[in-house]
């Protein structure tokens, strides 16, 4: 059942970076790492350097916090994985974006106007959320008596 790849996976995260300075929180990384943690994460760097320095001094495996309005710059994934990010979080882009869209819908429904625009055909719902395969797989499976 374990092996390679499989587990859990312990991701040490530091908030020092705020409260006790840069080299503060590197360290604390250092030590994650010295005692085997799997990943670990830098909260809120400052800037672009200050994550390429991240990566740089740190081993293994690192994860960027995405968040847009917060304090770290929020670049491309490419960007990222060059830098030695292994994985970049997105916290709030999908639910931010999602009422934002909620929000304009309901004011042009509000207004009386088409809502056209803002949604996906009847049929591209039913992909999305998976109601064309599943149809497919109850057809599979029916009873023709």
């Known amino acids: 059942m374990y092996g390679k790849g499989t587990g859990p996976l312990v991701l040490a995260r530091t908030d020092s970076l705020v409260t006790h300075g840069f080299e503060d929180a590197i360290q604390r990384c250092l030590a994650f790492r ?50 030695g990010y292994t994985l970049a979080a997105y916290p709030l882009t999908l639910l931010s974006a999602s009422i934002k869209a909620m929000k304009e819908s309901l004011q042009l429904i509000r207004d009386g106007l088409p809502t056209n625009d803002m949604i996906l055909s009847f049929e591209e719902t039913k992909d999305e959320v998976g109601f064309t395969q599943y149809s497919k797989e109850e057809k599979r499976y029916k009873d023709d008596e």
């Open 34 to 83: 010295d005692v085997g943690c799997d990943m670990t994460f830098l909260e809120a760097p400052q800037t672009t350097d200050q994550m390429r320095e991240y990566c740089q001094r740190v081993s293994g495996p690192k994860l960027a916090n995405m968040l847009e309005y917060g304090n770290t710059p929020i670049l491309p994934p490419e960007q990222l994985k060059e830098m």
